[in-house]
């Protein structure tokens, strides 16, 4: 079950596919489970339809 669907700014895709494939990997895993844990953990709500992820890896 999906609690919403991830849609990215032209922004955000432009940073992303910057970063390295194994980082770009947990990122996206990362949404794929708060999309479907609804897990805060993982982002919160800034406004309205707007929240911000967290990622960590390799200790960044």
């Known amino acids: ?6 849609k990215f700014l032209e922004e955000a895709d432009k940073f992303i596919s ?3 494939p ?3 990997k947990k990122i996206f895993y ?7 844990t609804n897990d805060p953990k993982l982002f919160k709500k800034l406004q309205n339809d707007i ?5 960590k890896f390799a200790g960044l």
Do not use: G, P, V, Y
Request: overall charge negative.
């Open 1 to 6: 079950m999906r609690f919403f669907e991830t």
């Open 18 to 20: 910057k970063l390295d």
């Open 22 to 24: 194994k980082t770009i």
């Open 30 to 36: 990362n949404i794929d489970l708060a999309e479907q």
């Open 51 to 55: 929240w911000e992820f967290w990622t």
